[in-house]
């Protein structure tokens, strides 16, 4: 997606992003439980496409840098959570020069020009057993969610490209990744009494329904890296 653009959009909504969230809070809080599934308390932390900051301080990290390409977004961010560090930055470009126990890539995919410079780009934080965290929406779920957003139940993304996990995977493969799990997570993102806890918990525990589930999760690991990683990333491969 043009770079130019994609700031410009979020620019234009930071002061709104928060009260979005609000509004789709139980996606967002599936969200940030599947990073609590890999992601442990106390880690040190890279969070790319940061926002306002609510996700890296859910995981309570030792050590958490935030990046974003909108000024308005970061200075929000730095404001609510000023225990950790949060940076305008470009994630195609970036080079922070250290390393990171966990990177996370929460549904930023779309919205990069360029999804390999951004892999190649992370690879510099990685240590030996860092680990890559990669949310993406499911491209079968395009028709909802642009009808969705149409009628004003979703937060407004502007222009944006879904890939398949497929695609993801190559693409970091590319830039010296492996793949180290892949998982389907959310079948219903909206708060539906008893329903939506059921059918969510499928979708975490049952491999077949992986490639119907909004939420592709990919996990990755540097090539080269040793078998055991630093958190659990012990779901369904």
Same mark, same amino acid.
């Given at each position: 997606?043009?770079?130019?653009?994609? *700031? #410009?959009?979020?620019?234009?909504?930071?002061?709104?992003? %928060? +009260?979005?969230?609000? #509004?789709?809070?139980?996606?967002?809080?599936? =969200?940030? %439980?599947?990073?609590?599934?890999?992601?442990?308390?106390?880690?040190?932390?890279?969070?790319?496409?940061?926002?306002?900051? @609510? =996700?890296?301080? $859910?995981?309570?990290? +030792?050590?958490?840098?935030?990046?974003?390409?909108? /000024?308005?977004?970061?200075?929000?961010?730095? $404001?609510?959570?000023?225990? !950790? @560090?949060?940076?305008?930055?470009?994630?195609?470009?970036?080079? !922070?020069?250290? @390393?990171?126990?966990?990177?996370?890539? /929460?549904?930023?995919?779309?919205?990069?020009? %360029?999804?390999?410079?951004?892999?190649?780009?992370?690879?510099?934080?990685?240590?030996?057993?860092?680990?890559?965290?990669?949310?993406?929406?499911? /491209?079968?779920?395009? /028709?909802? =969610?642009?009808?969705?957003? *149409?009628?004003?139940? #979703?937060?407004?993304?502007?222009?944006?490209?879904?890939? $398949?996990? *497929?695609?993801?995977?190559?693409?970091?493969?590319?830039?010296?990744?492996? *793949?180290?799990?892949?998982?389907?997570?959310?079948?219903?993102?909206?708060?539906?009494?008893?329903?939506?806890?059921?059918?969510?918990? =499928?979708?975490?525990?049952?491999?077949?329904?992986?490639?119907?589930?909004? @939420?592709?999760?990919?996990?990755?690991?540097?090539?080269?890296?040793?078998?055991?990683?630093?958190?659990?990333?012990?779901? %369904?491969?």
């Amino acid at each position: 997606m043009p770079k130019e653009e994609v *700031r #410009k959009h979020f620019q234009e909504i930071a002061g709104d992003y %928060d +009260r979005w969230k609000e #509004k789709a809070s139980y996606y967002y809080g599936l =969200l940030a %439980d599947i990073y609590r599934e890999f992601v442990p308390p106390g880690a040190t932390v890279l969070e790319i496409g940061c926002g306002t900051g @609510t =996700l890296l301080h $859910s995981l309570s990290p +030792r050590r958490g840098v935030g990046v974003d390409l909108s /000024p308005g977004m970061v200075e929000i961010a730095a $404001s609510k959570h000023p225990a !950790l @560090t949060f940076l305008v930055a470009d994630a195609e470009k970036l080079d !922070l020069g250290e @390393t990171f126990e966990f990177v996370i890539v /929460p549904d930023v995919i779309e919205h990069l020009s %360029d999804v390999g410079a951004m892999f190649r780009a992370v690879r510099r934080h990685c240590g030996q057993g860092s680990r890559i965290i990669v949310t993406s929406v499911n /491209p079968l779920w395009a /028709p909802v =969610l642009h009808l969705a957003e *149409r009628l004003g139940l #979703k937060m407004p993304e502007g222009e944006h490209r879904w890939l $398949s996990s *497929r695609e993801l995977n190559a693409l970091a493969e590319n830039a010296g990744f492996i *793949r180290d799990g892949e998982h389907g997570r959310i079948l219903l993102p909206k708060r539906v009494p008893l329903l939506a806890p059921l059918l969510n918990w =499928l979708a975490g525990r049952l491999g077949f329904l992986r490639p119907l589930c909004l @939420t592709q999760v990919i996990v990755l690991k540097p090539r080269g890296a040793p078998p055991d990683p630093v958190g659990s990333t012990s779901a %369904d491969k």
